[in-house]
């Protein structure tokens, strides 16, 4: 159950906005393939933007369907000119408009607006129980094969979700950011450079890591010892029960001979270490995203210091 929203956008020339009945015969052109399209079209409500607002766009008109759905049509005086139908739907019932029917819609309206240019996209679905969809961490919008919740917690840290994707796997999910599924070892492969570096015999650090994927691959390299220091355990015990296939059993012992896990705040336990002398031949970074942003007072300084502080220690 969502709602469903189908975008679709048009530019025309500016200049055409200036002819004589370009817009009212733009309208009744609309209107008229909207109701070939949607059935039991009406209209609802037309305005025409005053103001400041009238830079940005000069007329919208507001159309009801059926069961319900809203269709919102908006001419801009720069030229573009944008379509979007939402309407409610269950898992029972059929998109009152399929993705099929809405390119040839597309092509209509773009005949009767003599646009020179025209997007749509597929549904996008809101507010749906399970959520395909994730965020990039430079706020793009990722939409994943994802067909089940397998686990989800809030910590005192953070989001923890681990999802089913159909071509993906088990995927690990903090604060609705990606970290790790199950088809992605050539990411920890390239993390730890493998076949470039040689570990064998080498004292090893890794700052997070809670998936238990960097810890698993590195301990097939023969290391003399490795310490992994977690400060969320509900990411671990979720990963040793849920991926397994990336960890395998890493992450159910905590100390061996060959490793050892720490869970505390990595900052701490290095100010600690360096306190003792104590010394790492790698040490892996396998912590939060960098911010993109270069500006100075971008609202993501604070994992700025923190990055620049775990570099400095």
């Known amino acids: 159950m969502a709602v469903n929203t189908i975008l679709i956008d048009f530019s025309v020339e500016e200049t055409k906005l200036q002819e004589e009945n370009y817009r009212d015969n733009v309208i009744k052109g609309v209107e008229t393939v909207l109701i070939n399209h949607l059935k039991e079209l009406q209209p609802l409500y037309s305005t025409k933007l005053t103001g400041n607002l009238a830079s940005q766009a000069s007329q919208v008109n507001i159309y009801q369907s059926i069961r319900g759905a809203l269709v919102t049509l908006r ?11 939402e309407y409610y739907k269950s898992n029972e019932e059929e998109a009152i408009i399929s993705y099929d029917h809405t390119r040839d819609l597309e092509q209509c309206l773009g005949g009767v607006l003599r646009a020179f240019r025209s997007k749509i996209l597929p549904p996008v679905k809101r507010g749906a129980l399970l959520d ?50 199950e088809s992605d070892l050539i990411y920890t492969e390239t993390l730890m450079a493998r076949g470039v570096e040689n570990y064998k015999d080498k004292e090893i650090c890794i700052l997070g890591g809670g998936d238990g994927a960097l810890l698993y691959e590195l301990l097939k390299e023969k290391p003399k010892h490795v310490v992994m220091l977690e400060i969320d355990e509900v990411v ?33 336990t290095l100010d600690k270490f360096i306190a003792e002398g104590r010394k790492f031949d790698y040490v892996f970074g396998d912590l939060t995203d960098i911010p993109i942003s270069t500006k100075e007072e971008n609202t993501n300084s604070k994992i700025w210091d923190f990055i620049l502080k775990i570099l400095e220690l």
């Open 75 to 85: 001419i801009f005086n720069n030229g573009l000119v944008t379509v979007n139908i």
């Open 132 to 181: 395909v969809y994730l965020t990039s961490s430079d706020e793009r919008l990722l939409e994943y094969d994802i067909d089940g919740v397998i686990f989800e917690e809030r910590t005192p840290f953070q989001k923890v979700q681990i999802v089913h994707s159909k071509s993906l796997g088990n995927m690990l999910v903090l604060d609705d950011l990606q970290n790790i599924s």
């Open 236 to 268: 671990m015990k979720a990963c040793a029960k849920h991926m397994r296939s990336i960890c395998g059993d890493v992450l159910d012992t905590y100390k061996t001979e060959n490793y050892e896990i720490i869970l505390a705040d990595c900052l701490q």
